[in-house]
């Protein structure tokens, strides 16, 4: 499926053929919409958030997205807190326990004309996880400040940088977050993902 818009594509090739009389409506004219936003537009953009508290002495928290049905691209995970040292990780198929996955999250459509459109990939907080049966390492970050409301991104978006991950149908991702600080932090997690046919 293309996600260039059919009035895109059709006046596109209107002024090839110099047709020029279909673009001087506002209604009908050339327009170039960024990717990003085209997705959004046409519903296909999740979002979620959690703001909570994480003790201090390695306490940990956890997301687990499962990719089932449809290939999720993560822009984004974004972690604001205002304690450090945090250890930030993202690994490809760790173990799971299909009794054991926490509690699936609701993902929200950015596009609210599109508000009872689910996704189709899921996303678990704080699953079951074993540590010596993580799957691959894929990124990690580290959020270094003892205070001052430090924001890390594991990966994805910075600006208008073009990097996320592609996110393989049939393969389960597991955020992992530890406190290494002896304090009980305040977060906000994001997670911002779109969803794509591959």
Do not use: C
Not at 1 to 10: A, D, K, N, Y
Not at 87 to 108: A, C, I, K, R, V
């Amino acid at each position: 499926m293309s996600l260039i818009p059919e009035r895109v594509l059709l006046n596109g090739w209107n002024a090839l053929l110099g047709k020029a009389e279909n673009l001087r409506s506002s209604s009908n004219a050339l327009k170039i919409i960024n990717t990003n936003h085209e997705r959004v537009i046409a519903g296909q953009s999740f979002h979620h958030a959690t703001v909570s508290s994480l003790a201090g002495s390695n306490a940990e928290t956890h997301i687990l997205i499962v990719a089932d049905s449809s290939s999720p691209h993560m822009v984004n995970y974004d972690f604001d807190t205002d304690q450090g040292q945090m250890e930030l990780m993202f690994y490809e198929n760790p173990f799971t326990d299909s009794n054991s996955l926490g509690t699936q999250e609701t993902l929200h459509n950015i596009n609210r004309k599109f508000k009872n459109t689910n996704a189709r990939f899921k996303l678990y907080d704080n699953p079951f996880i074993d540590i010596n049966s993580l799957g691959t390492l894929l990124d990690k970050d580290i959020i270094a400040q003892t205070s001052g409301g430090s924001v890390k991104s594991i990966d994805g978006n910075a600006g208008d940088s073009t990097g996320e991950w592609i996110l393989n149908i049939g393969d389960t991702y597991l955020i992992r977050v530890i406190n290494k600080s002896l304090n009980t932090a305040f977060y906000k997690s994001s997670i911002t993902l779109y969803e794509s046919e591959g």
